[in-house]
């Protein structure tokens, strides 16, 4: 009769134990809302896409300390940053077919 009752408790204690970890993990799951647009209108379906920053090459004279004073300068390809890369939400259809793609 005693192993039952402490197969019991035992049971008990994981349970109470599950339970403690399940509550106290909700908030931190919950996460801070990434995965839900910001205001949605009812009846609108969205989708989160993520837009890769986007870049500008230029030419640019740079000076050469190997050749003679009128080709003292040499050119060369750079890139600029001109848009961080980050997620924006799009309104897309509701009815299960994949939307066309837009690009930003």
């Known amino acids: 009769m005693k192993a039952r009752r402490f197969g019991r408790s035992r049971h008990a204690a994981t349970a109470s134990a599950v339970l403690l970890v399940t509550l106290t993990a909700g908030g931190s799951l919950a996460g801070a809302g990434d995965d839900c647009p910001p205001n949605p209108e009812p009846g609108k379906c969205y989708e989160k896409v993520y837009r890769p920053a986007q870049y500008e090459s230029y030419v640019d004279q740079e000076a050469d300390q190997q050749r003679p004073a009128p080709q003292a ?23 299960g077919r994949l939307p066309a793609r837009r690009d930003h």
């Not at 040499?74 to 259809?93: C, D, Y």
């Open 73 to 95: 300068y040499r050119p060369v390809t750079k890139q600029r940053k001109i848009r961080e890369a980050s997620f924006v939400w799009q309104v897309i259809s509701c009815d």
